[in-house]
């Protein structure tokens, strides 16, 4: 789920929350166990971020995630991660279109984005 602007101070940020459940297959976990590796059926995932736009050119989101079962390991019922996600505009574009007549125009500005996520 995303909620655009979650603060009427701040239009622009996002507040994300996440989940994901995954089912492991049989012919997984056979191969993990032929290895020696007891693995569960499922494993699940958490996701909590706050994406905030400080200019039009740079926004921070730091996040949280908390994963159940990781890899359908039983050794490791729980893992947490803590996050920062940098996103910088590198270009800025306009984009051409076409219309079916054949005329061209310029439409609005799009913006390039590169995230970067450690």
Do not use: C
Not at 6 to 22: C, I, K, Q
Not at 51 to 58: G, S
Not at 84 to 109: A, D, I, W, Y
């Amino acid at each position: 789920m995303r909620v655009r602007g979650p603060l009427a101070s701040r239009p622009n940020d996002e507040l994300v929350l996440g989940t994901v459940f995954g089912h492991l297959s049989s012919g997984f976990r056979a191969a993990q166990a032929a290895a020696g590796i007891v693995t569960v059926v499922n494993g699940n995932v958490v996701e909590v971020s706050w994406r905030a736009a400080l200019t039009r050119y740079v926004a921070v989101q730091p996040l949280f995630q908390s994963s159940g079962n990781p890899g359908g390991a039983t050794d490791a019922r729980r893992a947490n991660v803590f996050g920062v996600r940098l996103e910088l505009v590198l270009l800025e574009r306009k984009e051409r279109r076409h219309l079916s007549n054949g005329v061209s125009f310029f439409g609005q500005p799009r913006i390039a984005r590169a995230s970067f996520q450690q």
